[in-house]
T-cell receptor, first 115, second 112 residues
Framework: EAGVAQSPRYKIIEKRQSVAFWCNPISGHATLYWYQQILGQGPKLLIQFQNNGVVDDSQLPKDRFSAERLKGVDSTLKIQPAKLEDSAVYLC?????????????FGPGTRLTVT | GQQLNQSPQSMFIQEGEDVSMNCTSSSIFNTWLWYKQEPGEGPVLLIALYKAGELTSNGRLTAQFGITRKDSFLNISASIPSDVGIYFCAGYSSGSARQLTFGSGTQLTVLP
């Protein structure tokens, strides 16, 4: 079974530029998550989708971050305009069920550097 | 949001030694997950725990769901060089059942 795919793996941009990340979850997984992981910290949830609907985006900085999962499969996370503090690893994860006891599987992440 | 206190922050051990790390919270958790993350990669799920008191093994790894439901422990026996990485605890609290909360990680270094 293929794992969670993410691209690109690395991205370097200047502040105020825009950037987009792509994620393809494990086949059949209805729930998709985007996390931000700053160096030395655990992942922090940005947004959670169930199929093509948003379940939780309470920690997404909506003035600059947006995400979509139009067909309920793959997803795109965008940052526009980027700030220096957005430098982090952006992780995508997926799980097969929505509930209190479900396991999330992570992709390799995209390392973003904003200069 | 919920806080998970993970300790120790880092460990330096000799190959062959056993390792213990733990995660505590002031809140009750319904599920505990333990992940390992290596440089340049995403976290990999090691063990999932669903019941208070549950003890689950995965090879040389053993994790326990604390009976108070506010803590969890991970043990690694007979460490080897490939155990190097950052180990994260994560959990779903009873008050935030849809959001996975992560600890800050334990950096493990295994010396030959």
């Amino acid at each position: 079974e293929a794992g969670v795919a993410q691209s690109p793996r690395y991205k370097i941009i200047e502040k105020r530029q825009s950037v987009a990340f792509w994620c393809n979850p494990i086949s059949g997984h209805a729930t998709l998550y985007w996390y931000q992981q700053i160096l030395g910290q655990g992942p922090k949830l940005l947004i959670q989708f169930q199929n093509n609907g948003v379940v939780d985006d309470s920690q997404l900085p909506k003035d600059r971050f947006s995400a979509e999962r139009l067909k309920g499969v793959d997803s795109t996370l965008k940052i526009q305009p980027a700030k220096l503090e957005d430098s982090a690893v952006y992780l995508c994860a997926s799980s097969s069920a929505l509930g209190p006891s479900y396991e999330q599987y992570f992709g390799p992440g995209t390392r973003l550097t904003v200069t | 949001g919920q806080q998970l206190n993970q300790s120790p922050q880092s460990m330096f051990i000799q190959e062959g030694e056993d390792v213990s790390m733990n995660c505590t919270s002031s809140s009750i958790f319904n599920t505990w997950l333990w992940y390992k993350q290596e440089p340049g990669e995403g976290p990999v799920l090691l063990i999932a725990l669903y019941k208070a008191g549950e003890l689950t093994s995965n090879g040389r790894l053993t994790a326990q769901f604390g009976i108070t439901r506010k803590d969890s422990f991970l043990n690694i026996s007979a460490s080897i060089p490939s155990d190097v990485g950052i180990y994260f605890c994560a959990g779903y609290s009873s008050g935030s059942a849809r959001q996975l909360t992560f600890g800050s990680g334990t950096q493990l270094t295994v010396l030959p």
